[in-house]
């Protein structure tokens, strides 16, 4: 063994436990990007839900919206005194909060 170590350059003796630790080093370095990567996608994925959370709201906000005005309309056609009364009280109540919150002054 003495002879064959003899027979190997001086710079390979020296480089060859730097060897195994240059490949640990790029194993957990390519580790690290897998994880890296990980959290980009899981980002992505947050951001989009994101966006479509956003879009099924609005959504659900104008159907909500829509069916309010089609029960209003069908509420005026079929018992016109109950709409109207319905009308007068949501016109008071907004009148009332429009005189009693104190007014913003930029």
């Known amino acids: 063994m003495p002879q064959l170590q003899k027979q190997m350059p001086r710079r390979a003796r020296l480089a ?16 690290l990007q897998l994880l890296d990567d990980l959290d980009d996608l899981i980002g ?9 959370r956003n879009l099924l709201i609005g959504i659900a906000l104008t159907c909500a919206s829509f069916l309010l005005q089609a ?9 016109p005194p109950l709409a109207l009364a319905s009308a007068i009280i949501l016109f ?14 930029a």
């Open 16 to 31: 060859a436990p730097d060897r195994c630790c240059r490949s640990s080093g790029k194993r957990v370095e390519r580790v």
């Open 44 to 52: 992505i994925v947050g951001l989009a839900s994101e966006r479509i």
């Open 71 to 79: 029960g209003g309309i069908a509420l005026a056609l079929s018992h």
């Open 92 to 105: 008071v109540t907004l009148l009332y909060r429009s005189v009693t919150t104190p007014l913003e002054i």
